[in-house]
């Protein structure tokens, strides 16, 4: 590993930009995706305004945030403040309903961490979840959307690490692997500490957004527009990004002392966040802070087992960057 981490970047790496950025443009989704995308949560607004017609509709998750493919599944939230009837009874509520609009596989997850209902748009077949007030979440996307707009290479950087994670089986956080969420803040992480820095930390800057939800504060500069040239003074593409990325995790993240966080846009250590030691099913091995819940490792879904085949697939891309002729190809060959 030691040896290994010597490594200096390929001179040729640049040559390989075109060909990632064309599986990049293969990637986006079309725009009749996104109007299917639109029609359907008009759809879901009306039907669920009979119910509730004080009830707000957003949309979140990968959908909102921009880094959706066109089969991402098609993440909602019910804002409505009733406190006359339990989350509970609302979600088999919402299940009903969806089932008298003719969606498909209606299920209500009443027992997850955030409950939901899911379902399948007959339609498009795209799969639907519908959750209540998880307004965190709403905040969460909307901080992804808004870094996604300062530099076009935090787009091109998801959307070839999601297409990865998807290709190599270890974008499933029930499993133990990450969820799609967590690879966004491991690459916004990793613009932030580019030198010069491709983004800057929006949670350092003075806050003109400012929200309190659950008691968590979720302040940070939204005034995105006025950084479009913040990582102009950096010349790196997409090829180099990629390279680095997959180099840092596989060789040089410290995995036993440092935490990585976007909210400081610097790496802090596990000993400071007092996750040196497991706590219940917390085993801390992989440490990705939230940007708003701070307590809240990202990382904490990953065992032994699952932190090693990670590890692995880490070293796989980077050593695939590094020798292999056609990596645009290889790097995706499934699991
Ligand atoms: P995909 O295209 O794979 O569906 P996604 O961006 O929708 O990607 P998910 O991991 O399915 O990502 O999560 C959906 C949303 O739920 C995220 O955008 C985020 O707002 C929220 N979320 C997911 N996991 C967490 C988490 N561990 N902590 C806080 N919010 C989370
Ligand atoms: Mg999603």
Redesign the pocket.
């Known amino acids: 590993r030691a040896r290994k981490s010597q490594r200096e970047r390929p001179c040729d790496i640049e040559t390989f930009t075109p060909s990632f950025f064309s599986l990049y443009e293969t990637l986006i989704p079309a725009e009749e995706d996104k109007a299917n995308q639109e029609h359907l949560l008009s759809l879901l607004a009306k039907s669920l305004n009979k119910e509730w017609p004080e009830a707000q509709l957003h949309l979140?998750?990968?959908?909102a945030?921009t880094?959706?493919?066109s089969n991402?599944?098609i993440?909602i939230c019910i804002a409505i403040d009733d406190s006359t009837a339990s989350n509970h009874n609302m979600l088999l509520k919402v299940a009903d309903i969806m089932e008298l609009n003719n969606f498909q596989n209606v299920q209500a997850i009443t027992n997850a961490r955030v409950p939901i209902v899911r379902m399948t748009d007959p339609v498009t077949g795209i799969s639907c979840d519908i959750c209540i007030n998880n307004l965190?979440?709403?905040a969460?996307?909307k901080l992804?959307k808004d870094y996604a707009q300062i530099d076009d290479r935090l787009h091109q950087l998801v959307l070839i690490v999601?297409h990865w994670a998807k290709s190599r089986a270890i974008?499933e956080?029930y499993r133990g692997t990450l969820?799609?969420?967590?690879y966004?803040i491991m690459c916004i992480h990793f613009l932030q500490q580019r030198k010069p820095a491709i983004l800057p930390c929006l949670q350092e800057m003075e806050a003109t957004y400012t929200l309190t939800i659950d008691g968590v504060e979720c302040n940070y500069f939204d005034q995105v527009q006025e950084l479009s040239n913040f990582g102009a003074k950096n010349k790196e593409n997409i090829a180099q990004l990629l390279w680095a990325f997959f180099h840092y995790w596989a060789y040089k993240h410290d995995y036993k002392n440092d935490v990585i966080s976007v909210r400081t846009g610097s790496i802090i250590s596990k000993q400071e966040k007092h996750w040196t030691t497991r706590v219940g099913n917390d085993r801390h091995l992989i440490c990705i802070e939230?940007p708003f819940?701070t307590s809240?490792d990202?990382g904490r879904v990953v065992d032994k087992h699952t932190v090693k085949i990670l590890r692995e697939e880490f070293e796989r891309a980077a050593d695939i960057l590094q020798y292999d002729p056609k990596p645009s190809v290889t790097l995706f060959e499934p699991y």
């Open positions: 979140y998750g990968s959908w945030n880094f959706g493919f991402s599944d993440d965190l979440a709403v969460n996307t992804l999601k974008n956080a969820s799609s969420y967590t966004v939230d819940e809240r990202l």
